[in-house]
């Protein structure tokens, strides 16, 4: 039986819209390699509906992208989609959320439920993008320094490696990407924006 992944994708303001877009490159890329991949893009990015799919699908990666805090992930419209109350449905998944702070709480608390593991960020996730351009297409320069980062992520999961594993090369993509914007200028405030790389950088975490 393939691999199979399961991605939200909800899509609703400014910071979701980016999320989807570029989770949408790295869904082709597993798909190609052989997973099964299951999107719940926009409205479908649901609490009922993420809990459907991974009871019919048993997905081994689970994706999330959105909104969060330390002890929630959101969907679409802000909607909880997972939490305490159901955290037990990731058991045995891989799960990388893309989201502020879940790593937190939330993380730890999906590994005492049998997670394989959970990667995300134990702290506000920091986006910055260039006003003047648009997700699509990935013609934001300044976001995909931010977002990159998250679909290697994802792609070493894909490849069959542990949340360490692939928690430890989303960190030197961030390494990467400070070197990038060091060396060129997509904005002309560098600073802030490495900062801000730093900051992610060190917030992203493989919960245990």
Not at 14 to 35: F, K, M, N, P
Not at 83 to 99: E, P
Not at 158 to 172: L, M, P, T, V, Y
Request: hydrophobic share 35%; proline share 3%.
């Amino acid at each position: 039986m393939k691999p199979s992944l399961l991605a939200t994708c909800p899509n609703f303001d400014r910071v979701t819209r980016y999320l989807s877009t570029w989770a949408g490159d790295i869904l082709s890329y597993c798909e190609q390699h052989g997973h099964i991949t299951y999107v719940l893009p926009d409205k479908k990015a649901t609490r009922s509906n993420l809990e459907g799919y991974i009871k019919k699908n048993s997905p081994k990666i689970i994706f999330l992208n959105g909104h969060g805090s330390n002890s929630q992930v959101a969907g679409h419209d802000n909607e909880i989609i997972l939490d305490n109350k159901n955290i037990g449905i990731v058991a045995s998944a891989n799960v990388y959320a893309l989201a502020c702070s879940s790593a937190a709480k939330l993380g730890p608390l999906a590994m005492k439920n049998s997670a394989d593991g959970y990667i995300g960020y134990n702290k506000e996730f920091i986006l910055s993008s260039n006003s003047s351009k648009t997700a699509r297409g990935g013609r934001d320069d300044t976001a995909k320094l931010f977002l990159d980062p998250s679909n290697v992520i994802v792609q070493s999961l894909c490849k069959g490696n542990s949340a360490d594993i692939a928690a430890e090369q989303g960190r030197i993509a961030f390494r990467n990407s400070i070197k990038e914007a060091m060396n060129s200028d997509v904005q002309s405030d560098d600073h802030k924006l490495i900062s801000y790389l730093l900051w992610d950088m060190d917030c992203l975490v493989s919960c245990h």
